[in-house]
């Protein structure tokens, strides 16, 4: 069975501190790993698709890398306006299946 | 903004009521996939459709079905609500059933079970 495991839970940062979030996950297959934004209330908003092992893909203050067994989202120099739940999810031979997410909050 | 749309946006039904959610899938997209996210968890998928048939379904009963239509909006339905059914529903769309495709996502539709 496909797993995502998504870590830590929440993440508090000052403005301007650096930090990364961890997805862990277990695939036969991978096919696809994607990372999402998500605002409170609302729909998922896409980030990135990364498809194989020592790929990295940059957005602004993101930049999202992955493993054979994870994958980070680094987050540099935050905003506040950063602040949501970032989730990971993967595809193998089934649709996705997403992590519990990580809720990230960056003060001011 | 992704192009996909939902409605309503907001909905509260009492046990037992059916309900019907409805999604427009971005320009050029021919697959539909809906989600049920519970709070604070991350979405589960329920169903996806590719060309008004359906491609592929969840750990969901059958009382959650759908339907595609031929201009490639969807609508999900649900029979005999019950309160653990209060969730986010979303819908998310693609240009193809292809592994690795991006999906998409709508707004969501908050629904309430009472």
């Known amino acids: 069975e496909d797993q995502v495991t998504q870590s830590p839970e929440a993440l508090r940062l000052q403005e301007g501190e650096s930090s990364s979030l961890n997805c862990s996950y277990t695939?036969?297959?991978?096919?696809?790993l994607f990372w999402y934004r998500q605002d409170p209330g609302k729909g998922p908003e896409f980030l990135f698709t990364?498809?194989?092992a020592g790929e990295e893909k940059e957005k602004e203050r993101l930049k999202a890398t992955l493993t054979k067994k994870e994958s980070f989202l680094h987050i540099t120099a935050p905003k506040p306006e950063d602040s949501a739940t970032y989730l990971c999810?993967?595809?193998?031979?089934?649709?996705?299946?997403f992590g519990k997410g990580t809720r990230l909050s960056v003060i001011a | 903004e992704t192009g996909v749309t939902q409605s309503p946006t907001h909905l509260i039904k009492t046990r037992g009521q059916q309900v019907t959610l409805r999604c427009s899938s971005q320009?050029?997209?021919?697959?539909v996939s809906w989600y049920q996210q519970a709070l604070g968890q991350g979405p589960q998928f329920i169903f996806q459709?590719?060309?008004?048939?359906?491609?592929g379904r969840g750990n969901f009963p059958p009382r959650f079905s759908g339907l595609q239509f031929p201009n490639y909006s969807s609508e999900l339905n649900v029979n005999a609500l019950e309160l653990d059914d209060s969730a986010l529903y979303l819908c998310?769309?693609?240009?193809?059933?292809?592994?690795?495709?991006?999906?998409?996502f709508g707004p969501g539709t908050r629904l309430l079970v009472l």
């Open positions: 998310a769309s693609s240009l193809s059933t292809s592994l690795g495709e991006t999906q998409y």
């Open positions: 695939v036969s297959g991978l096919r696809g």
């Open positions: 990364l498809y194989s």
């Open positions: 999810a993967v595809q193998a031979e089934t649709p996705l299946v």
């Open positions: 320009s050029g997209h021919n697959t």
């Open positions: 459709y590719y060309r008004e048939e359906e491609n």
